[in-house]
């Protein structure tokens, strides 16, 4: 069959992947440019992490230093008690006189740009 020589394994791995992917598509859908960059790199800091841990794999001094780095800037980045910048007021024209002119072009079918 199509599956075939599949173990549970695997397909464990493989639907992993898939979630993984849809996780993905779901952050470059929603999420700004700014928190996908951290994210990729404490994603990065994670399995290093992990690596070291699970794998024994090298875990040097300025790998440490760079992943208290990202971990602090991303608790800057979440945690931002920055006021929100102000919303910008629209203003409408109240000249007579430009509302006189703006009908007059209305009424002869002249484009307005």
């Given at each position: ?14 639907l ?17 440019s ?5 994210a ?13 841990m ?9 790998m ?23 919303a910008l ?25």
């Amino acid at each position: 069959g199509y599956f075939g020589g599949w173990s549970v394994v695997a397909v464990i791995l493989a639907l992993l992947g898939a979630a993984g992917g849809m996780l993905v598509a779901l952050s470059i859908k929603h999420g700004d440019s700014i928190l996908k960059t951290l994210a990729t790199t404490g994603a990065i800091i994670f399995s290093a992490s992990l690596d070291h841990m699970l794998l024994g794999g090298p875990l040097t001094s300025i790998m440490c230093i760079a992943g208290v780095q990202v971990i602090i800037s991303i608790c800057n980045y979440t945690f931002d008690a920055s006021p929100p910048e102000p919303a910008l007021k629209v203003v409408t024209p109240t000249n007579q006189a430009a509302d006189e002119e703006m009908n007059a072009l209305k009424a002869n079918g002249k484009q307005i740009s």
